[in-house]
């Protein structure tokens, strides 16, 4: 099959594939670890996939088996997994004057999930901006406070990966020792960056460009309000149910002040909308806490971000449909818009899909891995959602276990419907309609 006659999906799945094999060759050298030997290919394939589908879960610790080579290969990895490669690959052809074709344009309109070319490029051009501005500002913002607590070269050093990494979803850290940043717990400029990067990679950049435009449009989209309010409501109800299950939990909160408390809440709410990193011990979380955060895993971030998951666009169209149903309404009507039926389809198969997914990976580790199911649940979901939260089960997991995330990261970095599209029969044009038939349901 000839590079021209792939469809954009296809070129997606492979573009992707290829930076992790890269990725991989490069942590397997000697010199990207510590130990001075080979790290083994399951593990560096791992890591790579990792990496590069912005996950954030860890077989070897990042901070102390990897050298600064492979810390920085890791950071390289998710600059470009984050972005796309087809926005890093935008950047150079701009850089060298390069004219964007109409194929690369098809590729941006897919890759950055927009339903048209139009103003394609200059999307790219302001995601590249907005992204260099946030994380720069994250990195100064983090190096300063960590300077106090470290040398100054390694401090602008750790400042500069921490905030790649957390704007782009990551959650990659380098204190060592799987801690992330439990010792900051009450550390407020730390929590506050840390929280802003996670959630300003989170929304997505068509959400950024329309704040920005607002002084001069002085409206916002649809799209852009509903991923606001719904970003902010989970943000809120994800706090006070974190809150109130954990408050009397001597392992999480309850050692806490009422600032830590509060100040640990809304971390351990925004880190599940696909970041990974915590300031509190996750395996020591109550149940009702745990299966809390996989379903904000399993939501996610926003169409266009740096994150994975089902979307909070599409969780709010499947909220939107089971009210309508209730009211007896035919249409799903969000701030005065009534929703076309083609994207509510699209929401039901992207929330099915990924369901599938999810139960099917679980179910499969629960007879390969020796470990509680809710344990299963909760890293599989991590590993789809591309969040990097675990309960301690990464570092335990068997050969098939690494195979089968891996491919779960994989999959929820790319989204299921991209690769049911990569992987499926080309979409032909319907000759005839079948009559309608009627079932009974519910």
Same mark, same amino acid.
């Given at each position: 099959m000839k590079w021209f006659q792939l469809s954009p999906p296809q070129i997606l799945v492979m573009g992707f594939a290829a930076i992790i094999l890269i990725g991989t060759f490069l942590l397997m050298l000697p010199i990207s670890n510590t130990t001075g030997r080979p790290l083994n290919f399951i593990d560096a394939l791992f890591?790579? @996939?990792s990496a590069t589908c912005v996950t954030g879960l860890v077989v070897k610790d990042t901070g102390t088996f990897f050298s600064t080579f492979g810390q920085v290969v890791i950071i390289v990895l998710i600059q470009v997994g984050g972005l796309g490669f087809m926005t890093m690959a935008t950047l150079?052809?701009? #850089?060298? =004057?390069? =004219?964007?074709?109409?194929? &690369?344009?098809?590729?941006?309109?897919? #890759?950055m999930n927009q339903g048209s070319m139009e103003g394609i490029v200059r999307l790219i051009r302001k995601v590249l901006f907005y992204s260099l501005a946030i994380e720069s500002c994250g990195a100064i913002l983090l190096a300063f406070r960590w300077s106090f607590d470290m040398p100054i070269g390694r401090a602008i050093y750790y400042g500069i990966f921490h905030g790649i990494s957390m704007f782009n979803n990551a959650g990659f850290d380098l204190f060592g020792h799987?801690?992330?940043?439990? *010792? %900051?717990? %009450?550390?407020?400029?730390?929590?506050?960056?840390?929280?802003?990067?996670? #959630?300003?990679? *989170?929304? *997505?950049?068509?959400?950024? +460009? &329309?704040?920005v435009d607002f002084r001069k449009k002085r409206r916002l989209s649809l799209h852009t309000k509903v991923v606001l309010s719904m970003t902010g409501a989970l943000i809120i109800i994800g706090a006070i149910v974190i809150f109130i299950f954990e408050f009397t939990n001597p392992k999480t909160l309850g050692s806490l002040n009422w600032g830590g408390k509060i100040l640990a809440s809304f971390f351990q709410s925004v880190s599940p909308r696909?970041?990974?990193?915590? @300031?509190? &011990?996750? *395996?020591?979380?109550?149940?009702?806490?745990?299966?809390?955060?996989?379903?904000?895993?399993?939501? /996610?971030?926003?169409? /266009?971000?740096?994150? $994975?998951?089902? =979307?909070? !666009? @599409?969780?709010?169209?499947m909220i939107g449909a089971v009210i309508a149903m209730i009211r007896g309404k035919e249409d799903i009507v969000l701030y005065r818009y009534r929703l076309p039926q083609e994207r509510i389809f699209k929401a039901l198969t992207i929330t099915f899909l990924a369901l599938l997914l999810v139960v099917g990976v679980s179910m499969v580790l629960s007879t390969t891995e020796d +470990? +509680?199911?809710?344990?299963?649940?909760?890293?599989?979901?991590? #590993?789809?959602? !591309?969040? $990097?939260l675990t309960m301690g089960l990464t570092t335990h997991l068997t050969v098939i276990g690494k195979i089968l995330i891996s491919l779960t990261m994989f999959a929820g970095r790319l989204g299921p419907l991209t690769l049911g599209y990569a992987l499926g029969p080309k979409k032909g044009k319907e000759l005839y309609r079948h009559p309608e038939g009627k079932i009974i349901i519910g």
């Amino acid at each position: 099959m000839k590079w021209f006659q792939l469809s954009p999906p296809q070129i997606l799945v492979m573009g992707f594939a290829a930076i992790i094999l890269i990725g991989t060759f490069l942590l397997m050298l000697p010199i990207s670890n510590t130990t001075g030997r080979p790290l083994n290919f399951i593990d560096a394939l791992f890591t790579s @996939t990792s990496a590069t589908c912005v996950t954030g879960l860890v077989v070897k610790d990042t901070g102390t088996f990897f050298s600064t080579f492979g810390q920085v290969v890791i950071i390289v990895l998710i600059q470009v997994g984050g972005l796309g490669f087809m926005t890093m690959a935008t950047l150079f052809a701009l #850089a060298f =004057k390069r =004219k964007i074709s109409l194929r &690369d344009r098809l590729l941006l309109q897919e #890759a950055m999930n927009q339903g048209s070319m139009e103003g394609i490029v200059r999307l790219i051009r302001k995601v590249l901006f907005y992204s260099l501005a946030i994380e720069s500002c994250g990195a100064i913002l983090l190096a300063f406070r960590w300077s106090f607590d470290m040398p100054i070269g390694r401090a602008i050093y750790y400042g500069i990966f921490h905030g790649i990494s957390m704007f782009n979803n990551a959650g990659f850290d380098l204190f060592g020792h799987f801690n992330s940043l439990t *010792g %900051y717990v %009450y550390d407020p400029l730390v929590n506050f960056v840390v929280m802003f990067l996670i #959630a300003s990679g *989170g929304i *997505g950049f068509i959400v950024m +460009s &329309d704040l920005v435009d607002f002084r001069k449009k002085r409206r916002l989209s649809l799209h852009t309000k509903v991923v606001l309010s719904m970003t902010g409501a989970l943000i809120i109800i994800g706090a006070i149910v974190i809150f109130i299950f954990e408050f009397t939990n001597p392992k999480t909160l309850g050692s806490l002040n009422w600032g830590g408390k509060i100040l640990a809440s809304f971390f351990q709410s925004v880190s599940p909308r696909t970041a990974g990193a915590n @300031t509190i &011990d996750l *395996g020591a979380m109550r149940q009702a806490s745990q299966f809390f955060i996989v379903i904000l895993m399993f939501i /996610g971030a926003s169409p /266009g971000s740096t994150g $994975g998951g089902i =979307k909070t !666009t @599409t969780f709010t169209i499947m909220i939107g449909a089971v009210i309508a149903m209730i009211r007896g309404k035919e249409d799903i009507v969000l701030y005065r818009y009534r929703l076309p039926q083609e994207r509510i389809f699209k929401a039901l198969t992207i929330t099915f899909l990924a369901l599938l997914l999810v139960v099917g990976v679980s179910m499969v580790l629960s007879t390969t891995e020796d +470990s +509680s199911f809710l344990m299963i649940l909760y890293e599989t979901t991590s #590993a789809f959602g !591309t969040v $990097g939260l675990t309960m301690g089960l990464t570092t335990h997991l068997t050969v098939i276990g690494k195979i089968l995330i891996s491919l779960t990261m994989f999959a929820g970095r790319l989204g299921p419907l991209t690769l049911g599209y990569a992987l499926g029969p080309k979409k032909g044009k319907e000759l005839y309609r079948h009559p309608e038939g009627k079932i009974i349901i519910g």
